[in-house]
Antibody, heavy 118, light 105 residues
Framework: EVQLVESGGGLVQPGRSMKLSCAASGFTFSNYGMAWVRQAPTKGLEWVATISYDGSSTYYRDSVKGRFTISRDNAKSTLYLQMNSLRSEDTATYYC???????????WGQGVMVTVSS | DTVLTQSPALAVSPGERVSISCRASEGVNSYMHWYQQKPGQQPKLLIYKASNLASGVPARFSGSGSGTDFTLTIDPVEADDTATYFCQQSWNDWTFGGGTKLELK
């Protein structure tokens, strides 16, 4: 059974940093691209970043470029999202997802809440 | 960015057929996918590449379309289908529609 379990969320002040993790199991992690998708309270879904199966390629939405870094450790079957210079508009539930070719998200974690507030 | 436009809400009676539309601001070939999200839950993949049913999804769900206009159809609708439905394209980066909230009468 495919499982994606996020951790690392919480309350953080504007301008500070936070790192999210996603532990994957039930499939060969190193064979799949992975992505982060977020959802602000009562809002729709918003793609954040994608990383290729081997970590050689990364893609970001414009609003997080230069602030967020997606990475992975295939030996640990873990996906990461390093978030720097956080803003109030980054407040959302962040979902870890498996990116099945060609670019749809076939498995989702339960999500982790990130609140950016002073 | 490719903008996806969905109607905000629909209301139907159980047993009826409902079509949920998604229009793209530019062509996305057949790279359109559909998700269902119930309150307090993570989204669930329903349809990928416009018309392919995801594993474990009931055959009451179907998808159609290509280019800029796509449709998710549920026939017949059941009470458990109350949810918000999102379209998503992966032809030009990745973007989601605003979601269509489906309510049952």
């Amino acid at each position: 059974e495919v499982q994606l379990v996020e951790s690392g969320g919480g309350l953080v002040q504007p301008g500070r940093s936070m790192k999210l993790s996603c532990a994957a199991s039930g499939f060969t992690f190193s064979n799949y691209g992975m992505a982060w998708v977020r959802q602000a309270p009562t809002k729709g879904l918003e793609w954040v970043a994608t990383i290729s199966y081997d970590g050689s390629s990364t893609y970001y939405r414009d609003s997080v470029k230069g602030r967020f870094t997606i990475s992975r450790d295939n030996a640990k079957s873990t996906l990461y999202l390093q978030m720097n210079s956080l803003r109030s508009e980054d407040t959302a539930t962040y979902y870890c997802t498996r990116d099945a070719e060609p670019g749809y998200f076939d498995y989702w974690g339960q999500g982790v809440m990130v609140t950016v507030s002073s | 960015d490719t903008v996806l436009t969905q109607s905000p809400a629909l209301a139907v009676s159980p047993g009826e057929r409902v079509s949920i539309s998604c229009r793209a601001s530019e062509g996305v070939n057949s790279y359109m996918h559909w998700y269902q999200q119930k309150p307090g839950q993570q989204p669930k993949l329903l349809i990928y590449k416009a018309s392919n049913l995801a594993s474990g999804v009931p055959a009451r769900f179907s998808g159609s379309g290509s280019g800029t206009d796509f449709t998710l159809t549920i026939d017949p609708v059941e009470a458990d289908d109350t949810a918000t439905y999102f379209c998503q394209q992966s032809w030009n980066d990745w973007t989601f529609g605003g979601g269509t909230k489906l309510e049952l009468k």
